[in-house]
């Protein structure tokens, strides 16, 4: 039978020699090794990747040697069948040829390489070998303890892997305080992949400094609404007083959620001029966004919001009138007592008559005598919003209070929130999700895998 195989490995077509030695690997033959010396060879590279598969169940004297010559293969899937060929084979050669390739470019290589040299008890030398062997084993968080050591191996992946090992490279080098992250997260900024974008821009924003303003700020620009939401997160972050007029042009961004961003850090950052613009978007179409901006302006606590804030008591959606009542309270506790409640009280009545049941009734309960007499009679209230929620806001609001349990002290809530937004889906899901890879526990890391890949997220960990 190994005749045969000598005969028909003399064949021109790749597709018989492939056959011949993948028979050999399902049926070893004695003294099939001079064949498979020969197939090492072959030009074609699936035929080498086939001969180190078949010198894994082959046990004749060489094989070690021919496993280790495949080590060198310049074809990676040929490499990572030999590498996976010795990880039975505990010998300082086997070290020496495989502990280099813990700096090879293609991640799979790497990959085998740290798994064999993991299973055999190897030890790294130094530090810098040892942020390779972590690197390779895909343990971010314990390479970038190692500090400075791990900058190369890191940036490594940041550059070259596939995504979800970039966001999480990413993440890792926001950990190492060395001035020399900066550039590395800079240029990963320009990656095509928007979920690499966001997690540089968030470990930018760690690193802090001033040399992080100007790209992070670029990103406001950028293509994807997740990216821009990232960056204005990312700005307010940072309470740069110069960011805020940048932050406030997107308060007109066409993505809602980028729009709702940008009310909420401006709410934050403690600068009064951003007053103008939020008050001019209170009457923004996505009630995320109203809300948003209405408990901006009451963070803010600028009192000429008292007027706007009253209006907003029209508002036709319940939670921004509730979010308005505590703003208004929040700016002054007797804000029904100020000229601004009074002039705007006089406009609701105006329009008294226009008005939905429900919404007279809240307005009346809110500002009671400050209505005008002429005003018509208030109507019982009836019973919620006179339209149900929409499916697209049930999701919305269950997607923002899970993002927001993303955060929480509590790991099994974590945990429970990443499973919930799993089922939920959508794209500020998954850009949440993305950024809970690097959450401190590893229930809640794998919970988080599991629900990017439920979701088909192409950035899922691994």
Known sequence: MLLLAYLQYQSKRAAIRRGVIERLGRDPQPRAIRLLRLALQDEDSEVRRLTMIALQVVEEAG?????????????????????????????????????????????????????????????????????????????????????????????????????????????????????????????????????????????????????????????????????????????????????????????????????????????????????????????????????AVVMALGNLGDRRAIGSLVLALADPTSGVRRLAAAALSRIDNLWMLTPEAKTAASQLAAVWSDMDGDVRFFVDRMLGNLLSAKAAPVPEATSGEQEPPTPDRRRKLATTIFLSILSDADRDLRQAAAEALGQIGGSRAVTGLIRALADSDPSVRSAVEQALRSLNAPNAGT
């Open 63 to 291: 094989r070690v040697d021919l496993l280790l010559a495949g080590v060198g293969d310049p074809e990676p899937e040929v490499q990572k069948a030999a590498i996976l060929g010795l990880k039975h084979v505990k010998e300082p050669r086997v070290f020496e040829a495989l502990a280099p390739l813990l700096r090879h470019g293609d991640a799979g290589v790497r990959g085998c390489a740290g798994q064999v040299l993991g299973g055999q008890d190897w030890r790294p030398a130094n530090r810098e070998e040892e942020a390779w062997f972590l690197v390779a084993r895909n343990q971010f968080s314990r390479a970038a303890e190692l500090g400075v050591a791990a900058l190369a191996p890191l940036e490594t992946v940041l550059n070259a892997d596939l995504s979800s090992l970039s966001i999480r490279a990413a993440q890792a080098l926001g950990n190492i305080p060395d001035p020399r992250v900066v550039p590395m997260l800079t240029r990963a900024l320009k990656s095509p992949e928007p979920a690499v974008c966001v997690a540089a821009v968030d470990a930018l924003s760690k690193a802090g400094g001033t040399k992080i303003v100007e790209p992070i700020t670029a990103m406001l620009r950028h293509d994807n609404g997740h990216v821009r939401s990232a960056a204005i997160e990312a700005l307010g972050a940072l309470r740069l007083p110069e960011s805020v007029d940048a932050i406030a042009q997107l308060l007109d961004d066409p993505l809602w959620d980028v729009r709702r961003t940008a009310a909420d850090v401006l709410g934050r950052c403690g600068e009064q001029r951003v007053f103008d613009p939020l008050a001019g978007k209170l009457s923004d179409e996505d009630i995320d966004v109203r809300e």
